[in-house]
């Protein structure tokens, strides 16, 4: 009875460890619809992906909207690779930048394939004026608030957190 019970759990680990795979469309990505899904190699680039299967093919934001690897979501945009923060209401997105000192940006988008914004107060209450809700729990958030900070235990963006008690609770979009 034992053997069953680690066989099944075996098997439900296997089939729930993410695939790496490729968006190639905006709406692949909200549908969760991975192509390439069995490559042989997955080498990821600062702009691109580069994907082996039978052939070596290389996507980039002239062919593909983004990519999964490891767990994680990225997005095309420009010549870079934006991971995929939050995706549920608002779609938040973080920049990792290596000089001499590393840095990370953090922008936001109203929709999967719209422009990437800088994630302030004063951008956030720009796009999204037409939900006055949020709008107003944005006005009451004390300026040195930190928007991008990772809310334990499920690690969720606050701002992300804050538009969803908002859509919530207020009924808004």
């Known amino acids: ?29 909200e549908n969760h619809k991975l ?5 042989t ?3 990821e680039r600062y702009s ?7 052939v070596s093919k290389v996507y980039n934001q002239q062919n593909a909207f ?7 979501d990225w997005r095309f945009v420009g ?14 997105y973080r920049l990792n930048i290596s000089n001499e000192i590393s840095t990370q940006l953090y922008y936001f988008s109203k929709e999967a394939n719209s422009e990437l914004i800088s994630l302030t107060k004063r951008n956030l ?22 928007l991008e900070e990772e809310i334990p235990p499920f690690n969720v963006v606050r701002i992300a957190e804050l538009f ?4 919530a609770n207020k009924g808004e979009n």
């Open 35 to 39: 192509s390439e899904t069995n490559a």
């Open 66 to 72: 983004g990519y999964r690897k490891g767990e994680k």
């Open 41 to 43: 190699v997955f080498k």
């Open 1 to 29: 009875m034992k053997k069953i019970y680690s066989i099944l759990i075996c098997l439900c680990y296997l089939e729930s460890k993410a695939q790496d795979g490729v968006y190639l469309t905006a709406q692949d990505f």
């Open 164 to 167: 969803l008690y908002c859509k």
């Open 48 to 54: 691109s992906v580069k994907v082996k299967k039978d």
């Open 125 to 146: 209450k720009r796009v999204y004026a037409d939900n006055p809700a949020f709008v107003e729990l944005l006005n009451g958030l004390h300026w040195r608030i930190n």
């Open 79 to 92: 010549n870079q690779s934006y991971e995929i923060l939050n995706k549920n209401g608002i779609y938040i």
